[in-house]
């Protein structure tokens, strides 16, 4: 039973690049949420996702950054036009469906993106 | 929206002492709390989580306890051992909401000192 999957590990971007994260969640789980860490600091939570749908944004700057998870294949953190603030690691977590279990998450190794 | 303060920010304890860990949150809507230790480099892990319908909760060496009219709660871990140091976070939630994104703290840098 494979854990939450991110790729790439580490992603050097320029000034003024883009940057994708991907995200495959628990085989069974359907919620993607992506959280933003700072060296030295706590989880920040970004944005919560079901297949085909955000469902909550409110964490995720207005501009720039954008993601999705579509019916088929990962789950997307896109970053354009990259500013060296965006160096943090970004984690990506998933949780079940059933009701019961729904706050549980589980983290995934995270991306690591350094701005030059 | 939801505030997680905690503390202290670093804590470090002889091997085979208790270490605790407390957290405040702010929204009384919030009714499960995670905590989540995360070692240099990688993922936060899951090691305990409580849920507001209970006061207490033991699994081995860790206990987290949880007082909702005082909005706080702490994680206890008895007979520390080296491989206990890391960084622990707590962390807030409220289903009601729909939205169940984790509100952390800001962690707490563990030393256990053989």
């Known amino acids: 039973n494979a854990g939450v999957m991110q790729n790439p590990r580490h992603l050097v971007r320029r000034r003024g690049q883009e940057a994708r994260l991907r995200c495959s969640p628990m085989?069974?789980?359907?919620?993607v949420y992506w959280y933003r860490q700072l060296p030295e600091e706590g989880l920040k939570f970004m944005v919560y996702?079901?297949?085909?749908?955000?469902?909550?944004e409110s964490g995720m700057p207005k501009e720039r950054f954008s993601a999705e998870f579509p019916k088929e294949g990962p789950s997307i953190l896109r970053i354009q036009q990259v500013v060296r603030g965006d160096s943090a690691a970004y984690f990506c977590a998933s949780s079940p469906r059933t009701s019961g279990a729904l706050n549980e998450q589980f983290f995934g190794p995270g991306t690591r993106l350094t701005v030059l | 929206g939801e505030n997680v303060e905690q503390h202290p920010s670093t804590l470090s304890v002889q091997e085979g002492d208790s270490a605790v860990i407390k957290c405040t949150y702010s929204?009384?809507?919030?009714?499960?709390f995670p905590w989540y230790k995360q070692e240099l480099g990688k993922r936060p892990q899951l090691i305990i989580d409580i849920r507001s319908n209970v006061g207490e909760k033991k699994d081995q060496r860790i206990a987290v306890t949880l007082n909702k009219t005082a909005k706080h709660f702490s994680l206890h871990i008895t007979e520390t051992q080296p491989e206990d140091s890391a960084v622990y976070f707590c962390a807030a939630s409220m289903t009601q909401t729909g939205a169940n994104n984790l509100f952390f703290g800001t962690g707490t840098r563990l030393t256990v000192i053989p």
């Open positions: 085989k069974g789980h359907s919620h």
């Open positions: 996702l079901q297949k085909e749908n955000i469902i909550d």
């Open positions: 929204d009384s809507a919030s009714n499960y």
